[in-house]
T-cell receptor
């Protein structure tokens, strides 16, 4: 069966420090991968998505970047964190069943990031 | 473009009450519809789904019916429990279209004993 791992679960970082959040998926190949952010009491904001190794699309220009160095690994990074980067970050994946057919996304447990 | 509209929360109920959370959508193609649940401090879990008109998704006592004529996918449960307290997200995905799901803003449910 497929599983998604996201870490760390919680993180407290000072303003101006770097960030690296990692997400890996097991039990599948060539998944679509996503990074979302959820501010307190708010809905989901899509940050990045990827349909393959090295293919990253950004939805919102900001202080963050994403990379996909391996098929099932998705990394969210920042060189210098801002206070406004605080939030709950969620990684997700979805399979492509056959060409052009997509199905539901599956989420990791999330990372609570507090920038102080 | 595609969009999902959910009723504003929070929805506050007493235990064993009947639950309805409204969800309507607009879609450029033929969507699959989903309900996700998010418990405090956790990620989203798929609760149920329906992939074509008149399909009923069900899980853990929750149900939702894909109504193409009203473009709706309302979530219902006959008797809620305190453990159902969570945030519920309605979502759609166009089969054969974009692989990016469209989410509603979420509806918080609070169930009191």
């Amino acid at each position: 069966s497929q599983t998604i791992h996201q870490w760390p679960a919680t993180l407290v970082q000072p303003v101006g420090s770097p960030l690296s959040l990692e997400c890996t998926v097991e039990g599948t190949s060539n998944p679509n991968l996503y990074w979302y952010r959820q501010a307190a009491g708010r809905g989901l904001q899509l940050l990045f998505y990827s349909v393959g190794i090295g293919q990253i699309s950004s939805e919102v220009p900001q202080n963050l970047s994403a990379s996909r160095p391996q098929d099932r690994q998705f990394i969210l990074s920042s060189k210098k964190l801002l206070l406004s980067d605080s939030g709950f970050y969620l990684c997700a994946w979805s399979p492509v069943l056959t060409q052009g057919v997509n199905t539901e996304a599956f989420f990791g447990q999330g990372t609570r990031l507090t920038v102080v | 473009g595609d969009s999902v509209t959910q009723m504003e929360g929070p929805v506050t109920l007493s235990e064993e009450a009947f639950l309805t959370i409204n969800c309507t959508y607009t879609a450029t193609g033929y969507p699959s519809l989903f309900w996700y649940v998010q418990y405090p401090g956790e990620g989203l879990q798929l609760l149920l789904k329906a992939t074509k008109a008149d399909d009923k998704g069900s899980n853990k006592g929750f149900e939702a019916t894909y109504r193409k004529e009203t473009t709706s996918f309302h979530l219902e449960k006959g008797s809620v429990q305190v453990s159902d307290s969570a945030v519920y997200f309605c979502a759609l995905l166009i089969s054969g279209g974009s692989y990016i799901p469209t989410f509603g803003r979420g509806t918080s449910l609070i169930v009191h004993p």
